[in-house]
Structure formats: structure tokens, C-alpha cells
């Protein structure tokens, strides 16, 4: 009931004022590179989470392996660049491709399985995915790892040279609009009928496939649509980092990060999981590192057993809604 | 209409003690439609206890059905075995003359059956216009136009009294209101055979009132085939030409309401239930 006091602000609100803030934080980091790339990989994590969140949030399937996905869609353009010549914005298309397929080959069996136990087989794919880079050596190089993957070539618009090998800032904001794309790709699915039926499932399955929702469909497209989205950040992050190997691609950041940042901005927001990433990171960036340089990572434990003590609905929880249908009447 | 409802709630006060008059609510609404449903030899058993037991019945297209039987009868449980939330053990279904066990709930939902659930089972995160709105969507196979859709949402809100509160969470209504949800949703699918679990408990005896002629409405304006558990003895005899009497899951009698209570086998259920309860 104390939400009715509190500021409410519409989904597309917040999702502006959040990516007003994207874009204006380089001028606020003063364009420092070790700043913005920190913040490259805040909108990498925000990108993936929001994707996560399409699952976890809008479906209500938690995923514990969304590392799989990643990793996927990074070795995918790798792969296919340094092996094959591919242009990596092909890359990029290709990550997202591949890393909604490899969404199905476990979600067909894994949607069987009820919740805790479909979060672990996830998982449990995620590490399938990374022994397999670690031993199919002939495409992956196993645990040597891909070295000089080439970095997203120069854009040429006119006479504007836009380069992405020495510039943070050009991949800053590439990142950003990918983190954009994303977000409105979840923005408006959550807004059609599949997003009713998510939302249904979410709440029911099994009322939800009583009123005619086929649940297992429904499953799958939030599913395979998160798992694209989470590739292209995938792929984005080989030509980013320039170089991959088993244990950074899969790395099990991508599975448990994403779950911090949506429990801390706030699942039912969709922009809150992007709110998320910004302030761990800036939290870490800016309060830990600089008091604990070495234990910096515990305080995402504690920070989250304060965030879901405290506040459970995130940051964004309760003062964020999408505007629900039949308000106004 | 008010006051016709009021006559018809007095003469099913007398119903109980003398069953003549009952008959003519039968008589008005001749059920001699093909058969909608019919179930043969259907069995559930959940390890040695046999929740449903052989049961076999017919409901023609038009009928109003009542299922009653003491708790634990297996009512719940044959609802959920004809609308495809739970596997048979044996027997067999057939829905407009087609089998139908295996199906799955969307599947059944897409050819005309709803259920509503005995303990209410609203999306507690969507408003009440969105929970009848998935229904209008999801229903039914093939698109349909948003404004097909929005109207058909409108029609039900307002037929089922929640228009006022089509913005409103399910958690915060009250139970009768949210049982009222949950039919609404079922009705929003736009069922040919509509299977009603206990929507009247809870609901005190003012508001049962109003719901049967909403009831009879349905099955009168929109054709709907209605199969209703109930314990409320006395409102099953206000809308239903005929009622299953369920005990142990055994189907014990399947015949007109009024027969019903002069039934021996039936008097004997319901004072052994009371016993126990
Ligand atoms: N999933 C289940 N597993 C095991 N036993 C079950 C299950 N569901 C129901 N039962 C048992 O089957 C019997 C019939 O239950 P059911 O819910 O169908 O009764 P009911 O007639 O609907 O009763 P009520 O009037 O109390 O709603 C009961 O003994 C119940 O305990
Ligand atoms: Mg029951």
C-alpha cells in the first residue's frame, strides 16, 4: 500500500530516463577509457540481464546458465571470423542465430522440468557448452583459446571514419545501441499477445494452458528470443575483448551476474535489470574497489542479501509498471 | 426478472421437502440436443485409492448438469480428467463425438471446453480486464481482430458484474469477486461446454441468488452447456434438469433432481458424509 505514495513511473518513462543516462555517462566519465570500458561491460551484463529477465521476469522460468547462451554466441562470430573471413557484424547475426538454437536443444527437453530443476539443466548445459569449447580443438582451439579476433571494422558514414580498434568510446556506444535493441525487442513482446501469454504463464501455467495458452510454445519463444539476444551480446564481446577461450566465454559471470543485476534493479521493470548493472558496477567501481581492493566481490553477496531482504522487488520494483490494461475505466 | 428469480428461489425452498414443482425448470429447456460429452468406464486412481471409478454418463448439448457428491467424492477430480489437467487410468472421453483423453487443457480449450477451478487460480500479476483478455486471445484457434477481442473482453466484464473492477489486481478482490474471475475467464474462451467447480461457495446465500439467473442466462442467450459441481443442494436444484450424484467415485445416480432426494443410495451418501464431516 505504501506504493501509492511512492513516484510510479511508466515502463517507457524509466526506460528513457535509464537510457538518457547510458548515453550521457561517457561525457560524465570525461571519455576516461578505463571508465568506459568498465561501463562497455556494465551494458553487456544490462544487455544480457534484460534478455535473462524476458525468461525469468516476463515468463517466470529462472535460468541458471545463461553463460551457455553467451558463450555460444561468442565462439559462434569467432569461429566463423578468424576461421571463415566472415565480416563480424555477420558475426553478430550469426551469435544471435546460433545461441537461440542451442536455447532449443536444451529447452525442448528442459521445459519438462519445473522450476528449480529447469534452472539447473540449464546450468548444467552451460557446462555441456564449455567442455565441448575445451575439447572440440579443431574449431576452438580448446583451452589456448581464440587469439586477434578482429575487432568490429571502421563504419565510413561520408567522410566520418568511425573506428571501433582504438576508440572505447565508438564501442560504448555500439554496446549501448544493442543494449537499446534488446530492451525494445523485450518492450514490445512483453506488450503483444505473446507477452500476455508469458505473463500468463508467469502467473499459472497450468490455468494458462486451460484458457488455451499453449504453455510449451510460449516457453520457447521467451526462451529462444532471450537466448538470440543474449548471443549477439555474446558475439559483441568476442570482437570487444578480442580474444575467447572456455573459461572467459562460459565463464559462470554470465549465468549468476545477470540474476544479481535483475534481483537489484527489479524483475518486474523491464529496464530495472539494465538499472541493475549500472549501479553494481558503479557501486563496485567507485565505493568497493576503492576500500577493499582485494575483497570487493563479497560485497555483491552481502549487497544482495540486503537488496532481497529489504527490498525484494529491486530498485525499480514497485515504482516502475507497465501500464496494465483496464486501468483507466 | 428480479422477482421472477425471487419466485423461483421459493419454489426451490419447497423443492427440497416436496420435489413436484422443481420439474418445470426441466420441462421449460427439453435438453434433447446430440450429445456434447459423453464419458465410458472412466477411471483415475492415484495408487490403491480410486478417486474416479468407472464412471460412464452422457450431457447433451444445451443441458445444465450438477455434479454433487460428499468431500473427497472424486468430482474435482473427474473435472479435471475431462478437461485433459490430469490422465485417465482407463476409460475413454468423447467430445462432439471425438476422443479426446491424451488431449492436452489448451488443445480441449481450442475445441470448447473450459473449467474453472475450485480453489480460484487468478494471474495474480495482470489486471482483471488482462486475465479476460488472455482468455478472448488464447480461447480459441485463428486470429481475430483486436477489436473482436476487446469487445468480447467488454461483453464478459460486464456480463459477469467486474467491468468496475477491470483494473484491479486479483489480489485485491474479494472471493466471491475473484470466483466470479474465474468464470469470466473460462467464459471468455467462448466454451460450448462450460465445467463450473463450486463457483457458488462462499458466496452467501443473497449472492447465490443473483448468480443463478446468471447461470441460466448463459445457458439460455449463449447456448453454453454447463456441467456444475456444487454442495449448495439447494441451488443445483434451482438451475440444473439434472444432477451426478458422485460417493467414493462411484457415479450413484444420474437423474432428475427431484428424484434425486428420494433416491436411496443417494439419501444413504449424503448421511454417511455427514458423519464423517
Ligand atoms: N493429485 C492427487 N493425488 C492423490 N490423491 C488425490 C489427488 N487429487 C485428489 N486426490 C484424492 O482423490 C479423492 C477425490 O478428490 P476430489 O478432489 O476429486 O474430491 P471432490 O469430490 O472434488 O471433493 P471436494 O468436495 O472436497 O472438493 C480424494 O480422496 C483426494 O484426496
Ligand atoms: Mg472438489
Redesign the interface.
Known amino acids: 500500500m505504501g506504493n501509492l505514495t511512492r513516484a510510479f513511473v511508466s515502463e517507457r518513462t524509466a526506460g528513457c530516463i535509464v537510457t538518457g543516462f547510458v548515453l550521457a555517462l561517457p561525457f560524465l566519465l570525461s571519455f576516461n577509457p578505463y571508465y568506459t570500458s568498465v561501463f562497455v561491460s556494465a551494458l553487456i551484463l544490462g544487455a544480457v540481464a534484460i534478455a535473462w529477465n524476458l525468461l525469468a521476469g516476463v515468463c517466470g522460468q529462472v535460468s541458471f546458465g545463461h553463460a551457455a547462451f553467451f558463450g555460444i554466441g561468442a565462439y559462434t562470430s569467432a569461429v566463423l571470423v578468424t576461421k571463415w573471413g566472415f565480416s563480424p557484424y555477420l558475426g553478430l547475426v550469426a551469435g544471435g542465430v546460433f545461441g537461440g538454437l542451442g536455447s532449443l536443444i536444451i529447452g525442448i527437453p528442459a521445459f519438462r522440468l519445473r522450476g528449480p530443476y529447469f534452472a539447473l539443466a540449464i546450468l548444467g548445459f552451460a557446462e555441456v557448452m564449455k567442455l565441448l569449447a575445451l575439447n572440440l580443438t579443431w574449431l576452438t582451439e580448446g583451452s589456448l583459446g581464440i587469439m586477434n579476433i578482429a575487432p568490429l571494422p571502421p563504419l565510413e558514414v561520408g567522410s566520418l571514419k568511425i573506428d571501433f580498434y582504438a576508440s572505447r568510446t565508438t564501442n560504448y556506444y555500439v554496446v549501448a545501441l544493442l543494449m537499446f535493441a534488446v530492451y525494445l525487442v523485450v518492450y514490445f513482446l512483453r506488450r503483444s499477445n505473446l507477452g500476455l501469454a508469458m505473463s500468463a504463464v508467469h502467473g499459472d501455467d497450468e490455468t494458462a494452458a486451460g484458457i488455451g495458452v499453449n504453455v510449451f510454445r510460449t516457453k520457447a519463444i521467451a526462451l529462444t528470443v532471450s537466448a538470440t539476444c543474449t548471443g549477439v551480446m555474446g558475439a559483441f564481446y568476442a570482437h570487444y575483448v578480442r580474444f575467447l577461450s572456455p573459461d572467459t566465454a562460459f565463464d559462470g559471470y554470465w549465468s549468476v551476474m545477470p540474476i544479481v543485476a535483475s534481483l537489484f534493479g527489479g524483475m518486474s521493470a523491464l529496464i530495472g535489470p539494465m538499472a541493475g548493472a549500472l549501479v553494481i558496477t558503479g557501486l563496485d567501481e567507485f565505493v568497493f574497489k576503492r576500500f577493499f581492493e582485494t575483497g570487493h566481490k563479497l560485497f555483491f553477496g552481502l549487497l544482495l542479501a540486503v537488496v532481497i531482504v529489504w527490498a525484494p522487488t529491486g530498485l525499480l520494483g514497485n515504482r516502475v509498471g507497465k501500464r496494465s490494461e483496464g486501468d483507466k475505466r | 426478472m428480479k422477482s421472477r428469480t425471487n419466485g423461483e428461489g421459493l419454489r426451490d425452498k419447497v423443492a427440497g421437502a416436496n420435489p413436484a414443482p422443481v420439474t418445470i425448470a426441466p420441462m421449460t429447456q427439453p435438453a434433447t440436443g446430440a450429445t456434447l460429452l459423453e464419458a465410458r468406464d472412466l477411471s483415475k486412481h492415484f495408487g490403491g485409492l480410486r478417486a474416479v471409478a468407472s464412471i460412464s454418463f452422457r450431457v447433451r448439448q444445451g443441458e445444465i448438469v450438477g455434479v454433487i457428491g460428499p468431500n473427497g467424492a472424486g468430482k474435482t477430480t473427474l473435472f479435471a480428467l475431462l ?1 485433459g ?1 490430469l490422465p485417465a487410468t482407463s476409460g475413454e472421453v468423447l467430445f462432439e463425438d471425438a476422443p479426446i483423453l491424451g488431449l ?3 488443445t480441449l ?2 475445441l470448447g471446453m ?2 474453472t ?1 475450485q480453489v480460484v ?10 486475465n479476460v ?3 478472448a ?5 485463428g486470429r481475430r481482430s483486436n477489436q473482436e477481442i476487446l469487445s468480447d473482453v467488454e461483453e464478459v466484464l460486464r456480463a459477469t458484474g467486474l ?2 473492477l ?2 484491479q ?1 486479483p489480489p485485491s478482490l474479494s472471493l466471491p469477486q475473484r470466483k466470479r474471475l474465474e468464470v469470466a ?2 467464459l ?2 467462448r466454451p460450448k461446454l462450460l465445467l463450473l467447480d463450486e463457483v457458488l461457495a462462499g458466496l452467501n446465500p443473497k449472492e447465490i441468488q443473483e448468480a443463478l439467473p446468471f447461470i441460466r442466462s448463459l445457458n439460455e442467450k449463449h447456448r453454453v452447456t454447463i456441467l456444475m459441481i456444487e454442495h449448495n443442494l439447494r441451488a443445483i436444484m434451482g438451475v440444473c434438469q439434472r444432477i451426478l450424484v458422485l460417493n467414493f467415485g462411484q457415479l450413484i445416480f444420474d437423474g432428475a433432481p427431484s428424484d434425486a432426494v428420494e433416491d436411496a443410495r443417494v439419501i444413504e451418501a449424503y448421511l454417511g458424509g455427514q458423519q464423517h464431516a
Open positions: 478437461s489437467f492436452r487443457p489448451d480449450c481450442h473450459a473449467r477451478f487460480r487468478p494471474f495474480p500479476e495482470m489486471t482483471v480486464f488482462e483478455k488472455a482468455a486471445v488464447f480461447g480459441k484457434q467491468a468496475p477491470a483494473g489486481h475467464r473460462a471468455a474462451t
